[in-house]
C-alpha cells in the first residue's frame, strides 16, 4: 500500500473499508476473512480455522501495513524531535489516542493512557491508584470468574497493604450471584473488579448495574474489558465505571498494545507507575515534576507502531458497526451451542446457554479425553483451539474442572469453523474410542 | 500430521499397567502440573535394592497415562540403582514418538513422579536425591484423584 502523507489521518484503506461495512449494514464475515492474510494459511494441509480469538486475534492488512509504515516511512520517537518524521510520528501517535478514546466513548482523550495490555493497565491502577487507597483491613471485590489478570495483581497489593479480598460467587452455569454482591458491599470495599465478560464461559456480567450498586456503597469500579472491547459495543460513560481496561490484541490490534482509561480526576490524584523519560516535566538531581495525564503514565519510549495500528484496528471495528459486530458473535453462539450439543455425542458445554448473556467464548470437554489431546488431534485438521485453565484456575476449581477446551469467536469466525469443529471433535472421538 | 497417538500409546492410555494401589509401599509420591491438571501418584515397594512393586494412579492426558503404564513396566524388578539411572532420554525412547516441546510436560511427569518417589524411599542414595532436584519441579499435589478420567 501507499505511505499516507498524513499519518495522523490514517491509512485511506482503512476509511475505504469503513464506508463499504457501513454500506453493507450486517456484517459479512466471508467478505471481511480476504482482509486477513493469515486466514489463508493452511495447516498440515488443511485451512486455518482460527478458534482462539479469546486468548488473541488476527489482524487485517490496514493493521499490519500501518505498522509496517510506521516504520518505513516515519520512525522516530515521540514528543522529543523537532523535525519532520518525529511530528508525524507524535501526530500519529496522539490521533491513535483519540481515535481509541472515541472507541470507548471516553468523554476526553487524555483518559487513554496506552499500555503493552489489560494485564498492565490492571497493574497499573493497583500498583499506583491502589498503593495509594487501599490500607489495613481495607477490601477489595472481585469475582470467582476473574482471569488471573484481574486477581494476582490485587492478591499482591492486599497481602502487602493487609487488605482483605471478597468474591462474587457464581451460579453452576456461570452468572454472577447479584444477591451475594449487595451483601458484600455491606463491608463497604473500596474498589470493586470484575470481568465484563469471562474470558472462559463467555458470560456478559450486568457492568451498569453492578457498577450503580458499588458506587452506591461507596466503592470504586474497575472493570476488564479485555473480552468485551472486541466484540460488543463499549461506552465507558454509559458503563458509568471508574477504571476500564482492554488490550489491543484481542481487537485486531498489534501485539502489546492495550488501554487503560480511567476519569481524569482519578488519573491526576494517582502517583506514577513507571518512572522515567516522558513522564517528567522537570527533573532535579533530588526531586521531579511530572508530566500531564496520560503521559504521567507512559514513562519511556512507547510502543509507538503498535499504538498507531491499534487506532486503525479501533477505526477497522468501528466501521463494521460494534452492534453488528455483537449480532454476528451472538449467532455464532446461538449456531455453536445447538449444533455442538446435537451433533457430539456426549460433550459437556459450560456456561450460561442463553446467548444473549454471553460472547463467543464456548468452553467444553469431551468425556474421557484430555482437552489438551483434543486440542493436539484438532489440531491435525488446521483447527486451534485453546485447551488448559485459560489462566482462570479458580474459576476451574470452583466448577470442578482439571481443564477444558475452548473454542472463541471474533468477526471473522463463521458457522463453517463451528462445522469443521464439530467434525473434528467426532474424529478426536474416533482416534480415542475402542 | 503428527505421530502421537499410535495404537500403542492409545492402547497403554485406554487400559494401563501397573494401575492402582499396592498394600505395603516403601514410597509414595503424587504429582501434578498444575496448568494441564495432569496427576500421577507413584507407589513403589522396594526390597532388597530392587523394585520389587510398582503402581499408580492418576488422570490427565493420553501422553501422561501412557507415559506412566510404560515407565512402570521398564521399572518393576529394576534394581534400584538402575530405576536412578533412568533418564528423560531413555523415556523418549520408551515412547517411540515425537514429542512437541509443548507437551514434554505431560511425558516427564511420570518419570519426575518417580524420581521423586526413589528420593523420599528409607535410605535413598545420594544419586536419587541428586535425580529427583534436578527434576523439573513437580508440585506436590493435595488431593488424591485415583479415577483415569
Known amino acids: 500500500m501507499t505511505v499516507t502523507t498524513n499519518p495522523a489521518e490514517g491509512t485511506a484503506s482503512a476509511g475505504a473499508i469503513t464506508t463499504r461495512r457501513v454500506a453493507a449494514g450486517a456484517l459479512d464475515p466471508h467478505a471481511l476473512r480476504a482482509d486477513f492474510p493469515i486466514l489463508r494459511r493452511e495447516i498440515n494441509g488443511h485451512p486455518l480455522v482460527f478458534l482462539d480469538s479469546a486468548s488473541t486475534s488476527q489482524k487485517p492488512d490496514v493493521v499490519i501495513d500501518t505498522v509496517s509504515d510506521y516504520y518505513r516511512a516515519y520512525n522516530a520517537n515521540v514528543h522529543r524531535g523537532i523535525y519532520t518524521i518525529g511530528e508525524e510520528a507524535t501526530a500519529a501517535y496522539e490521533a491513535a489516542r483519540a481515535k481509541v478514546a472515541r472507541f470507548v466513548n471516553a468523554p476526553d482523550s487524555h483518559e487513554i493512557v496506552f499500555t503493552r495490555n489489560a494485564t498492565?493497565?490492571?497493574?497499573?491502577?493497583?500498583?499506583?491508584?491502589?498503593?495509594?487507597?487501599?490500607?489495613?483491613?481495607?477490601?477489595?471485590?472481585?469475582?470467582?470468574?476473574?482471569?488471573?489478570?484481574?486477581?494476582?495483581?490485587?492478591?499482591?497489593?492486599?497481602?502487602?497493604?493487609?487488605?482483605?479480598?471478597?468474591?462474587?460467587?457464581?451460579?453452576?452455569?456461570?452468572?454472577?450471584?447479584?444477591?451475594?454482591?449487595?451483601?458484600?458491599?455491606?463491608?463497604?470495599?473500596?474498589?470493586?473488579?470484575?470481568?465484563?465478560?469471562?474470558?472462559?464461559?463467555?458470560?456478559?456480567?450486568?457492568?451498569?448495574?453492578?457498577?450503580?450498586?458499588?458506587?452506591?456503597?461507596?466503592?470504586?469500579?474497575?472493570?476488564?474489558?479485555?473480552?468485551?472491547?472486541?466484540?460488543?459495543?463499549?461506552?465507558?460513560?454509559?458503563?458509568?465505571?471508574?477504571?476500564?481496561?482492554?488490550?489491543?490484541?484481542?481487537?485486531?490490534?498489534?501485539?502489546?498494545?492495550?488501554?487503560?482509561?480511567?476519569?481524569?480526576?482519578?488519573?491526576?490524584?494517582?502517583?506514577?507507575?513507571?518512572?522515567?523519560?516522558?513522564?517528567?516535566?522537570?527533573?532535579?538531581?533530588?526531586?521531579?515534576?511530572?508530566?500531564?495525564?496520560?503521559?504521567?503514565?507512559?514513562?519511556?519510549?512507547?510502543?509507538?507502531?503498535?499504538?498507531?495500528?491499534?487506532?486503525?484496528?479501533?477505526?477497522?471495528?468501528?466501521?463494521?458497526?460494534?452492534?453488528?459486530?455483537?449480532?454476528?458473535?451472538?449467532?455464532?453462539?446461538?449456531?455453536?451451542?445447538?449444533?455442538?450439543?446435537?451433533?457430539?455425542?456426549?460433550?459437556?458445554?459450560?456456561?450460561?446457554m442463553d446467548p444473549d448473556l454471553r460472547g463467543g467464548v464456548i468452553p467444553f470437554n469431551l468425556p474421557g479425553i484430555h482437552p489438551h489431546d483434543v486440542a493436539q488431534v484438532l489440531d491435525r485438521s488446521g483447527i486451534a483451539v485453546r485447551a488448559g485453565h485459560h489462566c482462570t484456575m479458580p474459576l476451574h476449581e470452583r466448577l470442578d474442572l482439571a481443564a477444558t477446551a475452548r473454542a472463541s469467536f471474533s468477526v471473522y469466525s463463521t458457522t463453517e469453523d463451528i462445522d469443521a469443529l464439530v467434525i473434528g471433535l467426532v474424529e478426536v472421538q474416533q482416534v480415542f474410542g475402542e | 500430521m503428527d505421530d502421537l497417538y499410535r495404537d500403542y500409546i492409545l492402547e497403554h492410555y485406554r487400559r494401563p499397567h501397573n494401575f492402582g494401589v499396592l498394600d505395603a509401599p516403601t514410597a509414595t509420591f503424587e504429582g501434578a502440573n498444575p496448568l494441564c491438571g495432569d496427576r500421577i501418584t507413584m507407589q513403589l515397594g522396594i526390597r532388597d535394592g530392587v523394585v520389587a512393586e510398582i503402581a499408580f494412579t492418576g488422570r490427565g492426558c493420553a501422553i501422561s497415562q501412557a507415559s506412566a503404564s510404560l515407565l512402570t513396566d521398564e521399572i518393576m524388578g529394576m534394581p534400584v540403582e538402575k530405576a536412578e539411572a533412568f533418564r528423560a532420554d531413555d523415556l523418549l525412547e520408551l515412547l517411540g514418538i515425537d514429542i512437541s516441546p509443548a507437551r514434554l510436560k505431560c511425558a516427564m511427569l511420570s518419570l519426575e513422579t518417580l524420581e521423586h518417589a526413589l528420593a523420599e524411599t528409607p535410605g535413598a542414595s545420594d544419586a536419587a536425591l541428586d535425580a529427583a532436584l534436578d527434576a523439573a519441579p513437580v508440585e506436590a499435589a493435595a488431593s488424591t484423584e485415583p479415577a483415569n478420567s
Open chain 1, 120 to 352: 498492565e493497565a490492571i497493574n497499573l491502577v493497583s500498583y499506583s491508584w491502589g498503593r495509594r487507597n487501599i490500607g489495613r483491613s481495607d477490601t477489595i471485590v472481585l469475582t470467582e470468574m476473574e482471569h488471573h489478570a484481574n486477581l494476582v495483581p490485587w492478591q499482591i497489593l492486599v497481602q502487602e497493604k493487609d487488605g482483605d479480598l471478597e468474591f462474587i460467587p457464581i451460579t453452576d452455569d456461570g452468572i454472577l450471584r447479584l444477591d451475594v454482591f449487595e451483601v458484600l458491599l455491606r463491608l463497604k470495599p473500596k474498589l470493586v473488579a470484575f470481568t465484563h465478560v469471562s474470558n472462559t464461559l463467555g458470560t456478559i456480567n450486568p457492568v451498569r448495574e453492578m457498577v450503580e450498586l458499588a458506587h452506591a456503597a461507596g466503592a470504586l469500579v474497575l472493570v476488564d474489558g479485555a473480552q468485551a472491547v472486541p466484540h460488543l459495543p463499549v461506552d465507558v460513560q454509559e458503563l458509568g465505571c471508574d477504571f476500564y481496561a482492554f488490550s489491543g490484541h484481542k481487537m485486531l490490534g498489534p501485539m502489546g498494545s492495550g488501554a487503560l482509561w480511567a476519569r481524569r480526576e482519578l488519573l491526576e490524584a494517582m502517583p506514577p507507575f513507571l518512572a522515567g523519560g516522558e513522564m517528567i516535566r522537570e527533573v532535579h538531581l533530588r526531586r521531579s515534576d511530572f508530566n500531564d495525564v496520560p503521559w504521567k503514565f507512559e514513562a519511556g519510549t512507547p510502543a509507538v507502531g503498535d499504538a498507531i495500528g491499534l487506532g486503525v484496528a479501533a477505526d477497522y471495528l468501528d466501521g463494521l458497526g460494534m452492534a453488528a459486530v455483537r449480532q454476528h458473535e451472538r449467532e455464532l453462539v446461538a449456531y455453536a451451542l445447538e449444533t455442538l450439543g446435537r451433533e457430539v455425542p456426549g460433550i459437556e458445554l459450560y456456561g450460561p
